[in-house]
Nanobody, 116 residues
Framework: EVQLVESGGGLVQPGGSLRLSCAAS????????MSWVRQAPGKGPEWVSS????????YFADSVKGRFTISRDNAKNTIYLQMNSLKPEDTAEYYC?????????WGQGTQVTVSS
């Protein structure tokens, strides 16, 4: 059974940081590019960031470039999203997904709320 389990969300003040994790199982993790996608209340999904299967190439949406970092540990079947200088507009449910241009597996999401 494929599972993607996100963790690390929460409430943080503007300017703060959070680190999201996504633990994967049930598929050959090292064969997949991995991504983070977010969805704010009342809005459609927004792609945030991706990392290639080997971890050496990363991609970011313009809205988070310079503030977020994506990484992966293939030995632990886990990806991470380090989010710094958070803004209220970063408030959303954050999902990890297997793939980049086409995302076949999705997690359940973790809520990030940026508010004072």
């Amino acid at each position: 059974e494929v599972q993607l389990v996100e963790s690390g969300g929460g409430l943080v003040q503007p300017g703060g940081s959070l680190r999201l994790s996504c633990a994967a199982s049930g598929f050959v993790f090292g064969n997949y590019d991995m991504s983070w996608v977010r969805q704010a209340p009342g809005k459609g999904p927004e792609w945030v960031s991706s990392v290639n299967s080997g971890g050496g190439i990363t991609y970011f949406a313009d809205s988070v470039k310079g503030r977020f970092t994506i990484s992966r540990d293939n030995a632990k079947n886990t990806i991470y999203l380090q989010m710094n200088s958070l803004k209220p507009e970063d408030t959303a449910e954050y999902y990890c997904a297997a793939g980049r241009s086409s995302m076949g597996y999705w997690g359940q999401g973790t809520q990030v709320t940026v508010s004072s």
